[in-house]
Structures are given as structure tokens and as C-alpha cells.
């Protein structure tokens, strides 16, 4: 069960292990730290009270209210007090929220997730994961409390959206492909668009860029793991909530396994999580006569 297992590591798997990851975390923290992007996040995010699905929502980013708030800054050409200065107010207001809710939102939450305190095994206050040491892991989650905590191999762990010991950026974003979100400019009669309309429609054209999660790519950078997963006989998930934002890497495997062979072991926290975990799986040509589940403490 070593080389032949795959082991897909969602957030679950450190919150099981008393690390403080969840969005509510996130949010608590952020509150803290940077009240005014917290502020935008609630008004022009569209996530639960709980932020729960913070990621998901960033494709639903409420247009209408930024273009209403930055619109007071939409000075008339015909006002007794024009200045050359209003060209660009409105503008600079779309791009204020954009780049809280793209840039800065990022930045922060690569400091958040790197000051996440992961226990030793020593420290835990649950009973260790049977874990082996030489078995493959995809890993959704940036910390280190696969080696830290069970001594995991770095060379058996590939970080899909990156890891908080390596100084790179790391991956946040939506599923919502750009080019299949029709730009803001494209209307019947643009002539007759305010210019700077046009450009603060740009602006949020290009957040939808910034805040995509290219899977595509991640997939193709990664394609060698990818394609060297023929030879596996289970696929453990721990603590992933299988949400359609992660589905393109979960196609990606079933691409490359034998479908009729792989036994598929998901682990839920609540009841209902068993249906949607079910649907999730078949959706992407998993039989549901090669799915089993059981809960963290099962394992």
C-alpha cells in the first residue's frame, strides 16, 4: 500500500491537526491586521459569514456595487469646478477595491498561511494518521505538517499551489476561466461609453485575470506526476472538499489511472459530505462501486 497509494491532502487534514486554517481563521486574522480589506472583502465578496468559501466566491465579485460606489467620483464634464484631476477619480477608485480584492488579498494571505503554528507529532492532541512514508501525496495545502508532523519525504509530496518554506507566490483563485467572462466593454455602441467608464471597466475585466486559478497550467508544469500515476491501486483523499474549484486536477488523475482498479477512500466530518463527496467523484467518472468512506479518526 506504499508506492501504489496516492494521498490527496485538503485543509481538513490540518485543521484534524489542530492547525488554525480554516477562513474564519483567515478572516479573524485579517480583521486584525488590515481592517480595510477585510471591510472590502465583506461588501464586495459574495462569502459565507464564515468565508467558507472565500475561494470559490472571488469569481462573484459584486461588479454592480463597485461601479455604484465609484460612480459618486463619475465628476459631469459640464460642472462649474471641473478639474483635469476628475479625468481620473473614478478610475482610481475601481482600481482602489480591484487591488484589495486581488493583489493585496493574495499578499496577505500568504502571510497569514505562513505564520500558522503546525505541532510535532509529540504535540498532538488526536491520534496520528497511519501515514506511509513512501507513498505519493498531492497536496492542496501550502504548510509543512506533512513533514513536520509525519516526517513525509519532500521528494514524495508535490505542493499544487505551493508551500510556505519556498518564497513563492501562492496559488488563490476561482475557477471561472476569463475568457469565457464577457468583457464589460463589450457593448453594442462603445462610442458612446464614457472613457473613463471604459477604462474602470477594464480594470475589473482584468481583476477576473488576476484571480484566476489557472489549473490548466498548474497541470501541464506538473504534468510528469501526473502522468506517472498509471500504476496506483488506491487514492486516499483526507480532509479535501472535492469543490468544483480543485475539479480540474481530480479529472487530470482519473485521466491517468485505470479507472475500473483504483479503490477511492474519501474522508468526511459531516454526514451530508458523504453525498456530496459521491456526486463529486462520479461527476468525473469515479464508479461508485470503487468508493469507500470514512472519517479521519478511521484511519
Known amino acids: 500500500m506504499s508506492q501504489e497509494s496516492l494521498y490527496i491532502i485538503g485543509n481538513g487534514f490540518d485543521i484534524y491537526h489542530g492547525v488554525s486554517s480554516r477562513y474564519s481563521d483567515f478572516k479573524k486574522y485579517l480583521s486584525g491586521i488590515d481592517s480595510d480589506l477585510h471591510d472590502l472583502i465583506e461588501e464586495f465578496i459574495p462569502a459565507q459569514e464564515d468565508w467558507s468559501d472565500l475561494e470559490a466566491t472571488l469569481a462573484d465579485i459584486d461588479v454592480d456595487n463597485i461601479v455604484d460606489n465609484a460612480s459618486q467620483f463619475l465628476m459631469s464634464y459640464g460642472a462649474e469646478d471641473w478639474s483635469d484631476a476628475y479625468h481620473h477619480d473614478y478610475q482610481y477608485e475601481v482600481n482602489r477595491i480591484i487591488k484589495g480584492l486581488s493583489g493585496s488579498l493574495k499578499e496577505r494571505f500568504g502571510e497569514w498561511v505562513r505564520q500558522l503554528e503546525i505541532p510535532t507529532l509529540k504535540e498532538l492532541s488526536v491520534r496520528p494518521l497511519r501515514l506511509p512514508i513512501t507513498a505519493r501525496y498531492l497536496n492542496f495545502n501550502y504548510t509543512s ?3 513536520d508532523i509525519y516526517s513525509i519525504p519532500s521528494n514524495n509530496i508535490l505542493y499544487i499551489h505551493g508551500e510556505t518554506q519556498e ?3 501562492l496559488v488563490l483563485g476561482h475557477a471561472w ?5 464577457p468583457s464589460m466593454n463589450d457593448v453594442s455602441d462603445p462610442e458612446s461609453m464614457d472613457t473613463r467608464v471604459m477604462e474602470g471597466n477594464e480594470i475589473i475585466n482584468d481583476y477576473f485575470r488576476q484571480t484566476f486559478k489557472n489549473s490548466e497550467k498548474i497541470i501541464s508544469e506538473n504534468s510528469n506526476f501526473f502522468m506517472n500515476l498509471a500504476s496506483l491501486s488506491e487514492i486516499v483523499v ?5 469543490s468544483v474549484v480543485d475539479e480540474a486536477y481530480f479529472k487530470e488523475i482519473v485521466d491517468n489511472i485505470n479507472i475500473d482498479t483504483v479503490r477511492w477512500i474519501a474522508t468526511y466530518y459531516r454526514d451530508e459530505e458523504k453525498i456530496s463527496h459521491k456526486s463529486a467523484l462520479s461527476k468525473i467518472g469515479v464508479p461508485e462501486k470503487a468508493i469507500a468512506f470514512c472519517r479521519m479518526t478511521e484511519l
Do not use: Q
Request: glycine content about 6%; aromatic content about 0%; cysteine-free.
Open 145 to 147: 505538517s506533512l513533514t
Open 167 to 169: 518564497d513563492e507566490e
Open 177 to 181: 476561466n476569463p475568457i469565457d467572462i
Open 238 to 242: 483526507l480532509g479535501h472538499s472535492l
